[in-house]
């Protein structure tokens, strides 16, 4: 299974941008995903979950102003971010906890990467 996230870039404060993460190969089921960050000298933070039934939640800088979701028939999950502030500047990833192997056990697997810089 790989995770490919896309999306990032370059942004004014005040602007938007949507990250992507699309997923490939045998997959039976996915449970929780979730999108992470880490700042530069900064430990990796959750900043959004969703489970499979679409509920939501959110790391308390971003609530409000980011929109996470998903696609169950194209397992691919997005993180829709508004208004964006210096501080939201990072590399993001995505993280999806799924059943690779159709014996119940579920893994964490983790996209690559997304650099997303927020100018002020």
């Known amino acids: 299974v790989q995770l490919q996230a896309s999306g990032g870039g370059l942004v004014q404060s005040g602007g938007s941008l949507r990250l992507s993460c699309t997923t490939s190969?045998?997959?039976?089921?996915?449970?929780?995903m979730r999108w992470y960050r880490q700042a530069p000298g900064k430990q990796r933070e959750l900043v959004a979950t969703?489970?499979?039934?679409?509920?939501?939640s959110y790391l308390n800088s971003v609530a409000g102003r980011f929109t996470i979701s998903r696609d169950n028939a194209k397992n691919t999950v997005t993180l829709q971010m508004d208004s964006l502030k210096p501080e939201d500047t990072a590399v993001y990833y995505c993280n999806v906890y799924l059943n690779d192997s159709g014996y119940g056990r579920y893994v964490n697997y983790w996209g690559q990467g997304t650099l997303v810089t927020v100018s002020s």
């Open positions: 190969g045998k997959i039976f089921s996915i449970n929780l």
């Open positions: 969703v489970s499979r039934d679409g509920s939501t």
